[in-house]
């Protein structure tokens, strides 16, 4: 069994093809296939001691879900299914998205909703990363000056997310044991 689960919530597809990406860089024993946050269970999570988390950020700064106008449930839902979830013991890395011309207000702000879970059910979350490169005038997933996770912008800078991808897995190479 691969020793990282890669979880997303998704409305648009786009988080999902970002989870694709990170899953592409390695092979099946390290990392399993990308599951969406609606068909996974509890014990799904569990099953892997290192996991990687993603979402959009929608609205104004809102989970995926079905209060946010989404066709399918998600973040918003599996938190509240997961509550009794225990991550202690294991190592989580987050990526979010987000749009950080037309939601310079909030942007990624979710991916701190999905940091405030991970840490809440006793995981160890890495791979914050640097603020610099972006444009927006707030987000709630900024900790300590550095962005909580992974934050990359499809809508205004496509073009950097290969890089940043890249760059973001080699920071957490350590934390996560990987060889890149």
Not at 156 to 173: F, G, M, P, V, Y
Request: proline share 3%; net charge negative; aromatic share 10%.
């Amino acid at each position: 069994m691969p020793r990282i689960g890669i979880f997303y919530g998704s409305n648009t597809g786009n988080t999902r093809r970002v989870a694709k990406m990170i899953r592409k860089r390695f092979d099946e024993t390290t990392m399993a296939d990308p599951v969406n946050i609606n068909k996974a269970s509890r014990e799904d999570l569990e099953a892997y001691p290192l996991l990687i988390l993603g979402t959009p950020t929608l609205g104004e700064g809102q989970l995926p879900g079905m209060s946010a106008d989404c066709n399918d449930e998600s973040w918003e839902e599996a938190i509240e299914r997961l509550d009794d979830i225990d991550l202690s013991g294991k190592t989580v890395a987050l990526f979010g998205l987000g749009d950080q011309v037309a939601y310079r207000t909030e942007f990624v702000d979710a991916l701190f909703e999905l940091y405030e879970f991970a840490i809440d059910k006793g995981a160890r979350v890495v791979g914050s990363w640097p603020v610099t490169g972006y444009d927006f005038k707030h987000s709630n997933a900024v900790v300590d000056g550095r962005f909580v996770g992974l934050a990359l912008d499809l809508d205004n800078q496509k073009d950097l997310t290969e890089a940043r991808i890249d760059d973001w897995l080699k920071s957490i190479a350590a934390d996560f044991q990987l060889s890149l």
